[in-house]
């Protein structure tokens, strides 16, 4: 069985920082895309940012420039660093993979972890 365990996530002032990571565990062959989600209440969920099995990067529009995902394949583990946070970054950010077992690909994700951006 395959689990996605998020961390970091908290209370943080306008301009500071967090950084959010994602684990997976289980019996796993390989890993292909990471994601990160967010949703505010009241909100559609949104896809924050993207890192293929390469680390070939994307960003919404709206935390290019701030925020950095990257991977480490060693340990199945995804990142994401949040930098100049918001008011608006306030969500729940869950991460999602695209995973390989022996039951075959499919997309895994975690319970989320809630990020508050206030003063």
């Known amino acids: 069985q395959v689990q996605l365990v998020e961390s970091g996530g908290g209370l943080v002032q306008p301009g500071g920082s967090l950084r959010l990571s994602c684990a997976a565990s289980?019996?796993?062959?390989?890993?292909?895309?990471m994601e990160w989600y967010r949703q505010a209440p009241g909100k559609q969920r949104e896809l924050v940012a993207t890192?293929?099995?390469?680390?070939?990067?994307n960003y919404a529009d709206s935390v290019k420039g701030r925020f950095t995902i990257s991977r480490d394949n060693a340990k199945n583990t995804v990142y994401l660093q949040m930098n100049s946070l918001k008011p608006e970054d306030t969500a729940v950010y869950c991460c999602?993979?695209?995973?390989?077992?022996?039951?075959?690909?499919?997309?895994?994700w975690g319970q989320g972890t809630q990020v508050t951006v206030s003063s």
């Open positions: 999602s993979a695209r995973i390989t077992t022996m039951l075959g690909t499919r997309d895994y």
């Open positions: 890192i293929t099995s390469g680390g070939s990067t």
């Open positions: 289980g019996n796993i062959f390989s890993i292909n895309a």
